[in-house]
């Protein structure tokens, strides 16, 4: 791991969207100082871990789709496709 980029509150102000672009792209981090004091350290996130029963659970608890509704649904999403004009590949 390397050390941590130090820089002043006023440096990472100023330079907001470089310092957020190191972090989360390259994986490095910061510590923000203010008057010589350490104030906060930003870091990149950590990945976010939920177990799959804790997934089932939110799924069996959110509302769904009567057959009816889905019937619906993709009759909709047909007519709409069908409305679209032909694909042209970019290449082309």
């Known amino acids: 791991m390397r050390k941590p980029r130090v820089l002043t509150v006023t440096e990472a102000a100023r330079n907001f969207s470089d310092l957020l672009n ?14 010589g004091i350490a104030v906060a350290r930003v870091v990149p996130p950590e990945p976010v871990s939920v177990p799959a029963r804790q997934l089932a659970e939110c799924w069996a608890a959110l509302p769904h789709l009567t057959r009816s509704e889905a ?22």
Do not use: K, M, Q, T
Not at 71 to 89: I, Y
């Open 22 to 35: 190191r972090v989360f792209y390259r994986g490095e981090s910061a510590i923000l100082i203010r008057n």
């Open 71 to 92: 019937d619906r649904l993709a009759e909709e999403l047909d007519e709409a496709r069908r409305a679209l004009p032909p694909a042209v590949p970019r290449w082309e």
